[in-house]
């Protein structure tokens, strides 16, 4: 059962912070793009061993890239034969919250040009979104990721937390999310909430501050009263 901080801190959140492959979505957006591109079986591995914790984050990433070589052409292929999809719940959490008045960011390891058309469906600003950006040379060929974006490398959503809690004053702020750079990212994130719905992975439910298999659980708590408010001990 989670404690009543971490309810307490998910009640009166400000903003909430999710992951999207396997969280927000229940596909691995790296790997369906691998698929396309006829290497699903290498890049699948190499994603494990990043979301497990077993590699550093940059490392893995620009390993995979190189294996694809996505071009502007295979991501607008992958995106029609792939259309984006919602985890079952997630439309209805995160309406709650911004009908609520707490923001919500999407914070990924993957790439803006597959996580801003579900930004969309969810009725998010493109501000919201903090990805990776994949660069193109002039014939739309692949030519590297912006490797200054937070998300590329290991411990990259912990710092674009901490900038959003700098420029915003947000207080409490809730990661969620199902792997292992979700979880290093609290703190400065003042909580962490672990998803296990698509996939479990046990450093993560282990680690976390409240772990959930079905979206409903925190839609439930939003509705529910907390009590009086306990100061949560430093992690």
Not at 177 to 185: H, K, N, R, S, V
Request: aromatic share 6%.
């Amino acid at each position: 059962m989670p404690s009543p901080d971490i309810r307490a801190l998910w009640a009166s959140a400000k903003a909430v912070c999710f992951d999207v492959d396997s969280t927000v979505s229940p596909d691995e957006g790296i790997d369906v793009l691998a698929a396309q591109a006829g290497v699903g079986d290498r890049v699948a591995e190499l994603t494990r061993n990043a979301m497990g914790g077993s590699v550093l984050f940059q490392d893995a990433l620009k390993a995979r890239l190189d294996l694809i070589r996505p071009s502007q052409q295979l991501l607008a292929d992958c995106l029609t034969a792939h259309p984006p999809r919602l985890t079952s719940g997630i439309a209805e959490l995160i309406g709650k919250l911004e009908r609520r008045g707490t923001h919500v960011y999407l914070i990924s390891g993957g790439f803006t040009h597959m996580i801003l058309p579900l930004a969309k469906q969810l009725n998010l600003p493109q501000e919201r979104v903090i990805a990776n950006v994949l660069l193109f040379a002039p014939d739309g060929s692949y030519a590297g990721f912006d490797e200054n974006a937070f998300p590329s490398r290991s411990g990259g959503k912990g710092t674009a937390i901490r900038d959003l809690k700098n420029r915003f004053g947000y207080a409490p702020l809730i990661m969620v999310g199902d792997g292992a750079t979700d979880l290093e990212a609290r703190p400065p994130a003042d909580g962490f909430i672990g998803y296990g719905g698509i996939v479990v992975r046990e450093k993560v439910k282990a680690g976390a501050d409240w772990f959930v298999t079905d979206f409903a659980e925190l839609i439930a708590a939003l509705d529910a009263p907390t009590g009086p408010r306990r100061t949560p001990q430093p992690s």
